[in-house]
């Protein structure tokens, strides 16, 4: 235990846990617009169970140090890009996410209000489901990180959980303020979008560095903000089909 009294582990471990944080902002966005789509009284239940899932899923990707590094062994080559197991999760995670991305975007501005034929249960699993593939697809950036910042197992692992209490405090506020406003809404959307896109290009070896992803997204919510400042208009209704809720004690 003396490296708790190395002040480069802490400084490891602030480093670390800060960095977890901004590369769980995209899993934050995703979370809050698919619990968005369950009754308010299940949303916080949600919510909680996706963010401790991205948590479980992080700390036991690194107990399997070995298994991860075999996901960059090439598979095939195509195009001349060797394609690996990590190449191939993160292509396929940036393909589910686009599609994600834009079936959302058309169900908020096209899609309608009506009752949905599913049961509670049944969307309540599929959305767990979808921010569990998702959480896989995301944990990969940042355990990759965290492997290359610190040599202690128990430093990255308390970085993770420390990453995940403070998503904990913060996305039920992050997601009732993208509820409020369906410009932010579109944002967050588009920016899943772009996130997407980073995926795929990473899969391919074509790296898009996340920091301008994060910046014209920060630039973009700003500017929005001091719209909604400043002009103070009545926003418009998104549509959000309503779920069947005669089976909510299934839940």
């Known amino acids: 235990m003396e490296w708790l009294a190395n002040p480069q582990v802490w400084m490891a471990l602030v480093t670390l846990s800060a960095l977890e944080i901004v590369l769980g902002i995209d899993n934050i966005i995703f979370i809050s617009i698919q619990v968005s789509k369950l009754p308010v009284h299940l949303q916080d239940k949600a919510r909680r169970i996706g963010l401790l899932l991205a948590m479980f899923i992080r700390i036991g990707l690194l107990f399997s140090l070995t298994w991860l590094m075999g996901l960059t062994v090439p598979l095939f080559t195509v195009v001349g890009n060797e394609i690996s197991g990590r190449d191939l999760i993160l292509i396929i995670g940036g393909l589910f996410l686009i599609w994600k991305s834009t079936m959302e975007i058309h169900?908020?501005?096209?899609?309608?209000?009506?009752?949905?034929?599913?049961?509670?249960?049944?969307?309540?699993?599929?959305?767990?489901?979808?921010?569990?593939?998702?959480?896989?697809?995301?944990?990969?950036?940042?355990?990759?990180?965290?492997?290359?910042?610190?040599?202690?197992?128990?430093?990255?692992?308390?970085?993770?959980?420390?990453?995940?209490?403070?998503?904990?405090?913060?996305?039920?506020?992050?997601?009732?303020?993208?509820?409020?406003?369906?410009?932010?809404?579109?944002?967050?959307?588009?920016?899943?979008?772009?996130?997407?896109?980073?995926?795929?290009?990473?899969?391919?070896?074509?790296?898009?560095?996340?920091?301008?992803?994060?910046?014209?997204?920060?630039?973009?919510?700003?500017?929005?903000?001091?719209?909604?400042?400043?002009?103070?208009?009545?926003?418009?209704?998104?549509h959000q089909p309503h779920l069947d809720e005669s089976n909510d004690d299934k839940i």
């Open 107 to 238: 169900e908020k501005l096209e899609g309608g209000d009506e009752i949905s034929p599913n049961s509670v249960g049944t969307t309540f699993g599929s959305v767990i489901f979808q921010i569990l593939l998702l959480d896989i697809v995301f944990s990969l950036d940042s355990i990759i990180t965290a492997l290359g910042m610190a040599e202690q197992l128990s430093v990255m692992i308390a970085a993770i959980i420390i990453a995940v209490i403070f998503m904990m405090l913060f996305s039920a506020p992050i997601s009732s303020f993208v509820e409020r406003h369906p410009t932010i809404k579109m944002l967050a959307l588009s920016f899943l979008l772009l996130i997407g896109v980073v995926l795929i290009g990473d899969g391919l070896d074509m790296h898009i560095p996340k920091g301008y992803i994060y910046f014209a997204m920060a630039f973009s919510v700003i500017v929005e903000m001091l719209n909604l400042k400043l002009r103070g208009s009545k926003p418009v209704k998104l």
